[in-house]
């Protein structure tokens, strides 16, 4: 068990980690761009970066617990993050330490009443995978309890000892790092931290309750009945406990293993293609969704003589996910704005599902979306990673400047979401690198535009009325204009030349900073030869322009 001396040791371990790369992250990417220094930052990202995943990568070995996951999410995301992160954070669950069996056998067997000889006709005493918070051990059923399941192989999978007090430590960690994350004004302006903290605080809580899983299994399951595509594990409900888990053995191909699959004649571009669908009706269709479909989690399970040749086998539903009725219908309109390049739908999407506040002016952000699609809609992650960098940066930099100026936050309900994914995003890039998500969205919201045929009638009623309004106000309103013109009232709104007048003005502003700072200091150091007291308070006030000429627009700019 984790003693109150470990546990503020893990503490202040995590904390020292994060502030020291929040800091370097300040210094290079804000201070010295500020100054004039940012291709000297630049030159050495790639070596930091790799530093920055070398060093977590080993921190998350060493304390397990939440830190892998945080890993794992890192590793999955070939499609966003940096290779200098992604490669370092590969195989990362893979890398978890096992627990002594000693230890396993003594937790199992205060869990379920009974020697494991007896619950057990035998378990293998080295682990089948070790992960962040439990263990699992291969094992077969007693004949009797074989007869009640129908299944004799099972895994066995059991807590860590001590995991309930590391979890603790681990989320007391993330909530002072969010607190301090939420200081920074772009940070705070967009995400609420603590409420999302709290919302993994929750799902974690739930994760290492097996028979929450236990259950989570058994709904998953019912959503796919009859589906060929997709299995999961039965459950040994009599040998299942809140620590100890029994559950058949599927134990197959893993999906990430692409020599293994192509070995038992299976393309991996084929898996990637299902996975994504599968994925997407469990975001789209069910509502409920397994949060973490990391490589660990998912099998490929060959089926000769079947309906299908192979299907894939879910496992470990301690995170799922759900999505309201409301957000749902949302998403999917989202999936058809992308699919259809359509950037002026994908803004209004975006509001419905409460990303963008009701206060946001989106004119530029249309503008910005349609441009993208237009240049890069429909690419995959191996053609984009063939676009001369220097575009990518032109385009970052002004669809950043578009972003930080809107009121937009990430709503709580959206951290499984984005997890899932962007796990399955890069668990779709690793099994085929010219993987293009477009094959897959496209295909799946044209489904669901003909699946919306039948409300056909009623958005044409629904347009033809909103046409009518419009034509009918149109009149007055050309009017109004005209008179505003006559009488010198009209006034033209750019949400752009806004935008860079007020860039212009703060850089007038330290300018003038700068001038009076000089002035001030030079006049005290003169007079402090004759004027002692004089001088040097003038050299101290100077300091006051100095901070706002160097540091003027760091809360903007985050």
């Given amino acids: 068990m984790a003693d109150a001396g470990s546990s503020r040791a893990r503490y202040r371990r995590i904390l020292r980690f994060a502030a020291r790369y929040m800091v370097q992250a300040w210094w290079y990417e804000l201070f010295l761009p500020r100054i004039g220094l940012g291709r000297f930052a630049a030159r050495g990202r790639a070596a930091r970066l790799t530093r920055l995943a070398r060093r977590f990568h080993a921190l998350a070995v060493s304390l397990g617990g939440l830190m892998i996951k945080v890993g794992q999410f890192m590793s999955s995301r070939l499609d966003v993050l940096p290779p200098e992160i992604t490669k370092e954070l590969e195989g990362l669950q893979d890398e978890v330490p096992a ?5 396993i056998r003594r937790l199992a067997e205060a869990e379920l009443g009974v020697p494991l000889e007896v619950a057990y006709e035998w378990v293998d005493p080295v682990p089948v995978a070790a992960a962040s918070l439990g263990q699992a051990h291969r094992a077969r059923l007693v004949p009797a309890d074989a007869a009640d399941t129908g299944f004799a192989d099972v895994v066995v999978k059991v807590q860590r000892p001590g995991i309930e007090q590391i979890v603790e430590v681990d989320l007391a960690a993330l909530r ?6 939420s200081r920074v004004r772009i940070v705070r302006d967009h995400v609420d931290l603590p409420v999302l903290i709290e919302e993994f605080a929750h799902t974690s809580e739930e994760e290492i309750d097996y028979l929450h899983e236990a259950r989570n299994a058994v709904r998953f399951a019912e959503n796919f009945v009859g589906d060929p595509r997709v299995d999961a594990p039965e459950i040994a409900w009599e040998r299942s406990t809140k620590r100890v888990l029994t559950l058949a053995d599927v134990t197959a191909i893993k999906i990430n293993d692409v020599d293994g699959l192509r070995a038992a004649g299976i393309e991996p571009a084929d898996v990637a293609a299902e996975f994504a669908t599968v994925m997407f009706d469990q975001l789209f269709r069910d509502g ?16 000769p003589g079947g309906e299908r040749p192979w299907h894939l086998t879910f496992i470990d539903f301690g995170m799922m996910g759900e999505v309201p009725d409301r957000l749902r219908r949302d998403l999917q309109q989202v999936m058809i704005a992308v699919a259809s390049r359509n950037g002026t739908q994908l803004v209004s999407s975006i509001r419905d599902v409460g990303v963008l506040l009701p206060s946001a002016d989106t004119a530029e952000l249309e503008r910005a979306m349609t441009a993208l699609f237009a240049r890069f809609g429909g690419m995959g992650f191996a053609e984009l990673q063939k676009v001369d960098p220097r575009e990518f940066e032109a385009f970052a930099r002004e669809f950043g400047d578009v972003i930080r100026s809107l009121p937009f936050q990430l709503p709580e309900n959206f951290l499984l979401i984005v997890r899932a994914v962007s796990l ?5 890039s690793s099994l085929e690198s010219d993987f293009n998500m477009w094959d897959a969205v496209e295909p799946y919201a044209a489904q669901l535009i003909r699946d919306e045929g039948g409300n056909v009638v009623q958005a044409f009623a629904k347009e033809a009325v909103s046409i009518a309004g419009i034509a009918a106000r149109l009149p007055r309103r050309v009017d109004d204009i005209v008179t505003r013109a006559e009488e010198g009232r009209l006034a033209v709104e750019s949400p752009r030349v806004e935008q860079r007048m007020k860039s212009l003005e703060r850089v007038v502003r330290r300018a003038v900073s700068a001038v009076l700072f000089a002035g ?20 101290a006030v100077s300091v006051i322009p100095l901070l706002h000429a160097v540091f003027a627009g760091a809360g903007r700019r985050g």
């Fill in 99 to 103: 627990v002594a069996f000693d230890a």
């Fill in 176 to 181: 002072r790092v969010a607190q301090w994350l």
């Fill in 288 to 303: 409920y969704f397994h949060a973490d479909p990391h490589p660990g989690n998912i099998f490929v399970t060959p089926t």
């Fill in 424 to 428: 399955t995003s890069g668990m779709c």
């Fill in 520 to 539: 001030l200091f030079i006049g005290g150091a003169v007079l402090r030869a004759d004027e002692a007291v004089f001088g040097t308070v003038l050299m």
